[in-house]
């Protein structure tokens, strides 16, 4: 689908798509793209994760979106389940899923365990990495590790007012450049930014974007032959797998939880043209 | 396990999937010797070195701002050693003292309408409609007052606590107190995060037990939901403002009541911090052995809460969410409480049976028999204590003049009226003393129950989270009970 496609889009920084930040003040502009669903998705086009350290506003940009009124709290650690909601924009619906906020996808607690099962199983079409721009390089962390995922990814630099009340200047197209995904100023408190955001993540969804997602560099040479044959070998066995370079460097770590799904089929079944519902259905189970 | 396994759709056939599964399982073994096993900080190493190299090339600083000098200058204060518990007391009693100073009088507003207007009403409306005595005894002065009594007494505290508490929350002080108290739970041999927990827990500890899910290791994760029981509960600060309100300002001037009540039940809150700690120390050196893990918590920058959202969102989501969930006991609460009354075998009512079998040991540890059945009868929810006591009241002492007749829950329209009727049963200070305590420190509501039955899965870590506070408020109140005796030279 869209693997195989390298450049990047030019119209990764927001501005340049035809509704550009002048449109994007208009509340006007605004109330007609997005409708906000709240819980009312029965049916949708897309599936949007959003993911993030503690604290970067995750709940409120879901809130702002969705129109629901989630508790968000100026503490990590508050959201330690999934919510889902759902939102319109630009013709299409978009069911938004709120992960917990966690540092790393890597560890076993449960909250880590539940965002990193959503990303691998459920496949959603848009993964919205929410960085704190007050705090870049350690939110960084995090958002290499969704880009070893997916590579269906938009950063939203959220909390912007803070970072330049504190004297920080995010140069979002530097940052794009070097992700290879869209990156978008936010400050979803007061709601700027928020059609930017909407607008990437509706290119991304529609593949109308092409995404070229950074992936780790500097390994040790020894790890990154290992690596690379690992892959190659996954590669082989299940043909068409989107992840197989985060399957390789789950197994050379000895991740159990992986070997299971690789063993029981349920990492097979994640093969580009397996049926969409069926992903779907294995989320809910393994929710329930 | 969860579906078949049959990829549909344009997917290239492979070679019998599970001979090459295992061969990919094999070859990874194979190289995860070669690779050696600090492949975890290896690619650690490699995310954080291109996380620095991508943050530096977009992130540009400016010199330090007065805003990040000011979030210092108050991290330093409210963290520091000297003054970082002080200030905590200092504004925990503030948020407390508003909220008694501050209930009361919409507390008696809407007491007025509903039991002095509305309940009346309904009764002429009853017997005009020609309700058979039991039916309206039953449906009105069991249910509706039940209902009316939890709704006056808990809405106005709660809309004046959760905001307050919620602006805590936004403006960033909740993870400060986390650090403040972390060092104290790594010695009690628990996790830190279990400071985020217990904070959870006193707003409700079931959504407590729920957030103890941050914590990743299972012996840490249990420590801290057997304990969150011992941060008081937003269901129990009725039955800590009223008892002190009544008993222990009373021992002091009037302009000084308010404060002294306040400081009263910050002091319950504080013991339950202090059992939380000596619990889990004990805990993490008997049944649930281990060394503490670490973890890092990140000190959020402040933000200036947004006042009125967080009014409407607080009062939204939490005070109709926590009152809706208290109603949907009182309810059959209060229809048990009313049949109990009324139904008599052998000339006294079950009710009455039921006080006299528990009074000896009630009056052993400091309490009564009324009080240990209310906290039976209140086992769905800790909101029910005081309407239940105060009916077992008349129904014992026989105190009629004061209700409205048996079984009938009432709010007495002043405090005085309250104290007479507990003195009329023979409370002392110790019975409220040790009221407080018990309350702090006895089984969790159903709800918490169940809540920690579904995180645990097991009915062994349920059986002990709901028992091993019951054990404990007996000893306490037992001990307290003996020591105050011997003192009084009783």
Same mark, same amino acid.
């Given at each position: 689908m869209h693997t195989e496609a390298s450049a990047v889009h030019?119209?990764? #920084?927001?501005?340049?798509?035809?509704?550009g930040a002048a449109c994007g003040s208009c509340p006007i502009y605004h109330a007609a793209n997005l409708k906000k669903l709240g819980i009312n998705v029965?049916? /949708?086009d897309y599936v949007v994760a959003l993911a993030g350290n503690? =604290?970067?506003g995750k709940s409120t940009v879901f809130n702002r979106l &969705? @129109?629901? *009124?989630?508790h968000t709290g100026n /503490?990590?650690?508050? &959201?330690v389940s999934r919510a889902e909601g759902g939102f319109e924009y630009g013709g299409k619906s978009y069911k938004l899923v709120d992960l917990p906020g966690t540092y790393?996808?890597?560890? &076993?607690s449960l909250d880590e365990e539940v965002a990193r099962d959503f990303l691998l199983f459920g496949q959603p079409d848009v993964v919205v990495v929410v960085v704190d721009a007050t705090r870049v390089e350690r939110n960084l962390n995090l958002a290499l590790q969704v880009l070893e995922i997916t590579d269906r990814v938009v950063v939203c630099l959220n909390l912007i007012d803070e970072a330049r009340r504190h004297g920080l200047q995010v140069d979002e197209r530097q940052f794009s450049r070097d992700l290879g995904v869209p990156a978008v100023p936010t400050a979803a408190r007061s709601g700027t930014g928020l059609p930017d955001l909407l607008q990437a993540i509706s290119d991304v969804a529609s593949g109308k974007l092409v995404t070229k997602p950074h992936r780790l560099q500097n390994e040790p040479p020894a790890l990154k032959q290992a690596l690379t044959r690992l892959t190659q070998a996954v590669e082989a066995a299940l043909?068409?797998?989107? =992840?197989a370079r985060w399957v390789a460097m789950r197994l050379l770590e000895g991740d159990e939880h992986i070997a299971e799904a690789l063993r029981n089929g349920e990492l097979g079944?994640? *093969? *580009? @043209?397996? #049926?969409?519902e069926q992903s779907n259905l294995v989320l809910q189970l393994k929710s329930a | 396990m969860m579906k078949t396994h049959a990829p549909t759709g344009p997917v290239q056939p492979s070679p019998s999937p599970s001979a090459s599964v295992e061969g990919v399982l094999a070859l990874a073994q194979g190289l995860r010797q070669e690779v050696g096993s600090n492949f975890h900080d290896q690619i650690a190493e490699a995310m954080y070195h291109d996380a620095a190299r991508i943050a530096d090339r977009a992130v540009t600083r400016a010199g330090e701002t007065p805003q990040a000098t000011l979030d210092r200058t108050i991290d330093r204060l409210v963290t520091s050693r000297v003054w970082g518990f002080p200030l905590m007391i200092l504004l925990f009693t503030l948020v407390f003292w508003l909220t008694i100073a501050g209930a009361n009088v919409p507390s008696g507003l809407l007491a007025g309408l509903l %039991?002095?207007? +509305?309940y009346p009403a309904l009764h002429a409306g009853a017997s005009a409609v020609g309700l058979p005595w039991w039916l309206s005894g039953f449906l009105l002065d069991g249910v509706y007052l039940a209902t009316a009594w939890v709704v006056s007494v808990m809405l106005p505290p709660m809309a004046i606590f959760f905001p307050l508490f919620t602006l805590l929350e936004d403006f960033g002080y909740l993870p400060r107190v986390a650090f403040n108290l972390d060092h104290l739970f790594k010695k009690a041999g $628990?996790?830190?995060k279990q400071s985020l927990s217990m904070m959870m827990g006193f707003g409700c500890n079931a959504a407590g037990i729920i957030a103890t899910? +941050? %914590?990743?290791?299972p012996r840490e994760r249990l420590i801290a939901i057997i304990t969150?029981?011992? $941060?008081?509960?937003?269901?129990?600060w009725p039955t800590q403002i009223l008892i002190a309100t009544l008993f222990i300002g009373a021992l002091v001037p009037a302009h000084l009541a308010g404060v002294i009540s306040a400081l009263a039940v910050v002091g319950v809150a504080a013991l339950g911090v202090l059992l939380t700690f000596v619990v889990s120390w004990a805990l993490s050196r008997t049944i649930l052995k281990g060394e503490a893990s670490a973890f890092s918590l990140e000190l959020p920058p402040y933000r200036p809460p947004r006042i009125l959202q967080t009014i409407y969102t607080s009062i939204i989501d939490r005070t109709v969410f926590v009152l809706w969930r208290a109603v949907l006991f009182a309810i059959p609460a209060g229809a048990v409480i009313w049949l109990s009354a009324n139904i008599h075998v052998g000339g006294a009512s079950v009710a009455e049976h039921l006080v006299n079998l528990l009074h000896p040991f009630g009056l052993l540890v400091g309490l009564n028999g009324v009080i240990l059945l209310a906290y039976i009868v209140a086992i769905p929810a800790n909101e029910l204590v005081i309407p239940t006591i105060l009916m077992l009241i008349v129904l014992v002492t026989g105190a009629s003049s004061v209700g409205e007749g048996a079984g009938v829950m009432f709010e007495l329209d002043s405090g005085t009226g309250t104290m007479a009727l507990f003195h009329a049963n023979g409370w002392t200070l110790l019975t409220a003393i040790n009221l407080m305590l018990f309350s702090l420190v006895h089984n969790p509501c159903s709800t918490t129950i169940y809540t920690t039955y579904k995180e645990t899965g097991s009915l062994k870590w349920t059986a002990i989270t709901a028992l091993l506070p019951v054990v404990l408020g007996f000893g306490l109140t037992f001990a307290v009970a003996t020591v105050w005796r011997l003192v009084a030279g009783g």
């Open positions: 030019p119209s990764a #920084h927001p501005s340049a798509h035809p509704s029965d049916h /949708w503690p =604290n970067t &969705t @129109g629901l *009124r989630q /503490w990590p650690g508050k &959201t790393s996808l890597l560890s &076993t043909p068409g797998l989107p =992840n079944d994640l *093969r *580009r @043209g397996a #049926h969409p | %039991i002095d207007t +509305v $628990a996790h830190g899910r +941050v %914590i990743d290791s969150n029981n011992f $941060a008081l509960c937003n269901g129990r």
